[in-house]
T-cell receptor, first 115, second 113 residues
Framework: AQKITQTQPGMFVQEKEAVTLDCTYDTSDPSYGLFWYKQPSSGEMIFLIYQGSYDQQNATEGRYSLNFQKARKSANLVISASQLGDSAMYFCAMREGGSNYQLIWGAGTKLIIKP | KAGVTQTPRYLIKTRGQQVTLSCSPISGHRSVSWYQQTPGQGLQFLFEYFSETQRNKGNFPGRFSGRQFSNSRSEMNVSTLELGDSALYLC????????????FGPGTRLTVT
């Protein structure tokens, strides 16, 4: 079963608009972490934001915020005031607790910002 | 502080050959993870090393192996290359196994012909 699901293969958004990238996850581990990464065409993965399963508040990092809805197992990324440089692939990932620290990745969403 | 570096950036190999990829983590980082990224399978975890010990291994055949040196630099080796091994191989480092933030290198793009 898919542990991380990103249902939007691609999105077009007008510059300066806000954009929400969807991510749902599946785990029975009460301790886990959720990540969002950005991958420009150059290939390098850029860490954007992290949310721990026990964090009480939604994570924010500059223009990025994570809309964490634990009961729905949803961890959507919100980018406010989008910029042309935001065009990239965006990946949601999860790391479960315990001794296994590997990241489990979603399929990604290709975001294109239109001028 | 210098980021994660990976060498070489691009590589073309023939089926049946072997290849070694190198990753130098951020100074002070002791944990290194490797991932394979392909259009068909997406991102998949290969293995993780901490203090020269392999802590976790993904679901890959034994042709894929790795190691970590005392200076935390890591190498991964793929023997008897297959066409399906063509991928972007990403290395990530983190300060320790408990830190959540992984910093990725630019990747090595391997093409097997």
């Amino acid at each position: 079963a898919q542990k991380i699901t990103q249902t939007q293969p691609g999105m077009f958004v007008q510059e300066k608009e806000a954009v929400t990238l969807d991510c749902t996850y599946d785990t029975s581990d009460p301790s886990y972490g959720l990540f969002w990464y950005k991958q420009p065409s150059s290939g390098e993965m850029i860490f954007l934001i992290y949310q721990g399963s026990y964090d009480q508040q939604n994570a924010t990092e500059g223009r990025y915020s994570l809309n964490f809805q634990k009961a729905r197992k949803s961890a959507n990324l919100v980018i406010s005031a989008s910029q042309l440089g935001d065009s990239a692939m965006y990946f949601c990932a999860m790391r479960e607790g315990g001794s296994n620290y590997q990241l489990i990745w979603g399929a990604g969403t290709k975001l294109i910002i239109k001028p | 502080k210098a980021g994660v570096t990976q060498t070489p950036r691009y590589l073309i190999k023939t089926r049946g050959q072997q290849v070694t990829l190198s990753c130098s983590p951020i100074s002070g980082h002791r944990s290194v993870s490797w991932y394979q990224q392909t259009p068909g399978q997406g991102l998949q975890f290969l293995f993780e090393y901490f203090s020269e010990t392999q802590r976790n291994k993904g679901n890959f055949p034994g042709r894929f192996s790795g190691r970590q040196f005392s200076n935390s630099r890591s190498e991964m080796n793929v023997s008897t290359l297959e066409l399906g091994d063509s991928a972007l191989y990403l290395c990530a480092s983190q300060l320790s196994v408990l830190s959540y933030e992984q910093y990725f290198g630019p990747g090595t793009r391997l093409t097997v012909t």
